[in-house]
Each structure stands twice: as structure tokens, then as C-alpha cells.
């Protein structure tokens, strides 16, 4: 297997271990704000999402940028809040570019989430370019999956259970906002 197979898979297991649930719970509240016919939006959404972790792991794999882990464990999952949040409230159609900003932004901070796991990896490298971006590539696969499996699922039972979008839309962003607020308890005690 080839260094850049090796980084790829790690990349993608990385992105799909239950072990790692915030990661999975973000991405599936961020789809949960969209219906099926705005599928190029979510797309766009997760490519932000990546070119945020992406470019904060080669800053902080390059010893550029350093935050203390308590912090982004208490970071991730307020973005987790706040994008459930932002799935009850309606949006107007002028908020598009915002929303692809803050999901950029949002990408740093889950970025940073991975850095630590990655620089231990990465410490025994001389080049650090292709393991990089294959990790950030197998990452962007791991969330595809993710999306893929979610737009299975709400297809399935809009068409053939006639179940409303904003079921889905409201059941995963309350379920995210639950599973945040755990989690925000949590990393707080640690922080505070």
C-alpha cells in the first residue's frame, strides 16, 4: 500500500468512526438544512467545510497555528449548536455566501479537532504535502458517505412514506442540538 492509500484510508476511517460521532453529527445537521432539490448547496457546503479543516491542518501540522485542545472540544460542539440553531430559524436567499463563510470558518475549528491525531502521524514524515492531502481527501470522501447515506434516506421516505422534509429537517437539527448541548456540558467542565 502506498503512503498516499495509507493517509487516504486514515483520512476516510478518521471521518466515519462512531468513536468520532461530532464530526458525523455536524455533517448531518448541515445536510438536515437542505432539501434534496438544493443538493449542490449541500455539496458546496461540505467543500467549504473541508477547505476549512484542510487548511487549518497544514497550519497547525506545520506548527503554525497551536490552540489548546480543551478549547476546540468545547469549539465543535457549539458549531454543532449554532448550525442546528440556524436550521429552526428561516433563512432568506441573500444569507447564502454567509453561510458558506461560517461553514469555512466552522471547518477550521473541526480541523483543529483533527490536528493533534494528524501531527502525531505526520511527526514521522519528511514530506508532509501528500500524506496531507490525502487524509483531507479521504476526510472529503468520509463525508460524501455520509451525505450520500443521509439523501438515501430522506429520498426513500419522502417518495415512498410521503414524510415532509422539515420532519427530517427539525428531527436531526433537534437531535444535534441535544447531543451539543451534552457535549458543550461536557467539554466546559474540562475548559472552565
Avoid at 39 to 51: G, S
Avoid at 100 to 123: A, D, P, Q, V
Avoid at 136 to 146: A, D, M, P, T, W
Amino acid at each position: 500500500m502506498s503512503l498516499f492509500e495509507m493517509y487516504l484510508k486514515l483520512g476516510f476511517r478518521h471521518i466515519i468512526d462512531i468513536n468520532g460521532y461530532d464530526h458525523i453529527v455536524f455533517v448531518l445537521v448541515l445536510c438536515a438544512g437542505y432539501s434534496l432539490d438544493q443538493l449542490k448547496k449541500v455539496l458546496i457546503l461540505i467543500t467549504a467545510f473541508t477547505i476549512g479543516h484542510s487548511l487549518i491542518l497544514a497550519l497547525s501540522t506545520l506548527k503554525i497555528v497551536n490552540v489548546p485542545s480543551d478549547l476546540i472540544e468545547f469549539l465543535i460542539p457549539a458549531t454543532i449548536l449554532l448550525t442546528a440553531i440556524s436550521n429552526i430559524i428561516p433563512r432568506n436567499s441573500g444569507t447564502n455566501k454567509l453561510v458558506y463563510i461560517i461553514t469555512l470558518f466552522f471547518g477550521l475549528i473541526h480541523g483543529l479537532g483533527f490536528s493533534n491525531y494528524l501531527k502525531e502521524l505526520l511527526g514521522r514524515e519528511s514530506n508532509i504535502f501528500t500524506p496531507l492531502l490525502a487524509f483531507n481527501l479521504g476526510l472529503e470522501l468520509g463525508q460524501l458517505v455520509i451525505l450520500s447515506v443521509y439523501f438515501a434516506i430522506l429520498f426513500l421516505t419522502i417518495y415512498l412514506f410521503n414524510v415532509r422534509t422539515n420532519f427530517w429537517r427539525i428531527f436531526i437539527s433537534g437531535a444535534a442540538f441535544g447531543i451539543s448541548m451534552v457535549l458543550l456540558i461536557e467539554s466546559g467542565r474540562a475548559l472552565f
